[in-house]
């Protein structure tokens, strides 16, 4: 395997951790679309692949003032069917986009647009200022993370902030980036190689190989700019057109490393920020990332598999884990048909697993994993190829957002180096014994940036000992960002608090704790941390 989303994401993703609250998707008309989809140009190159790779520049390059926003109602737009009635009448939906440098060393130069959505609350009697999000990723949108948690944000939060959420550049209606056809992205979730052998780590590679070519050869070097340095950047362009002297932040998984490199390079303007479901600032190399994250998604099916024996229908797979590989190693030789008349692709081993591991991310879908399995069994991958669906953000007519897109350029340009052969094969022999169920196919993921262009921006030290208190969560149980992660981060930056959460699935705010929600909402609203030490118990 390879991706991590972004639920969102960790530093050296390989397996894509999907966006907070993703499936309650914005329904964006086409016209707003094209809109959102151009790119504008100063005195430098423009954004078609011909813009030199930029020269070092201090941190502090993006603090410049910028022109107010023009918000405009979009709520016509949007699906807020998730927001009740009453709140609903209460809401106004404007969107606005702005420009910022897509190479911060060249200020001047290829500007690109960026698409904000605020979400505003009609009684705010004691309004602080706005509240930006990032649901994680990378790839995630933060239009889709600001939509969902209108509905699900408690009054008190909602009465001081105007939500704002943001795609980052590259992602959805930022100066997206699309370099894999349908096709392409069908091939890339249905590959089942082994790479402990030269014939498989060779397809793994050329695969890979192959979408690096696609953006070299559609961006060329602007490529280089999607990165997490640049976006953080974005971040406080964004505050300051916002009107706000501080920063308020909210961000799940991946968006607790852009909250994170934000609070390094900009210390002195947070207010606020919330770090959710935290990205390891210790796992500096893709190896021992992608080993944390595998480790901890055997460790959330063992949780899984100890639910299903306890209920009907899920007790009928017997043991689970056993069930999975019977399932899996069938899919091997011979790809599992759907049911659905209209859908006629079969599930390869990759993809059962695909779907078992975006069911991991939530024990609210553990329900829908157990039937989905034991459909599986009987010759039918419908509800497996629907898991696997939603989280590679494919659509009933068979098309891929960008989000997978996105997270693989991120990925590359954040990482200094990638590992060599004889290091992926050697994790390949280990992580088969020790991860039995995942290991393998996550082994393959360690390919990932073949061929992909030299320009890098490496995550700096996540270090922000200036800054305002930080607050860390940390989920015991949490098996994309593993809890060592947040305890980690806390260290790292120097001045933050850690709030745990005895629970399972991915990230703890707005997941059913009452403890998690309240000691958030206080942090966000007055600033006031959590007793030390404090662990909010499970649901």
Known sequence: M???????????????????????????????????TTTTTGNGTGADGNTPPPSPSPAGSAAQSAAPLEFNDCSRLLDLGRVSEDRRKKLTVECARIQVPLDYARPGGTQISIALLRIHYADQPQRVGSLLVNPGGPGGSGVNLAVGLAGELSTDVLQRFDIVGFDPRGVGLSAPVKCMSTAQEDQLLSLDTDVRTTAGLRAAKQLFAGFAASCNAKYGATIGHYDTVDTARDMDRIRAALGDATMNYLGFSYGTELGAVYAHLFPKRIRVAALDGAVDPKLDDVVSQSSAQVAGFEQAFDQ???????????????DPRQAVY???????????????????????????????????????????LGTALLAARRGDAKGLLALADDYADRDESGQYSNFLDVYFTVTCNDVAADPDDATIQAMGRAWATQYPMFGLWQAAGLTQCSGWQKQRTPIPPETAASSAPILVVGNLHDPATPYAGAVNLTKELGRASLLSWNGEGHTSYLEGSTCVDRAVNAYLINKTLPTPNTTCPAR
């Open 2 to 36: 390879w991706p991590e989303p972004g639920h969102g994401s960790s530093r050296y993703r390989a397996i894509v951790l999907s966006a907070k609250f993703r499936p309650a998707v914005v329904l964006v008309v086409l016209g707003l679309l094209v809109a959102c």
């Open 304 to 318: 899984f598999a100890a639910n299903c024996v306890t209920r009907d229908p899920c007790r009928e797979l017997g």
């Open 326 to 368: 019977a399932i899996r190693d069938q899919a091997a030789t011979s790809p599992i048909r759907s049911s659905d008349a209209q859908d006629p692709r079969r599930a390869t081993a990759s993809l059962v697993l695909l779907g078992v591991l975006q069911a991991l991310y939530s024990r609210d879908l553990w329900p829908t």
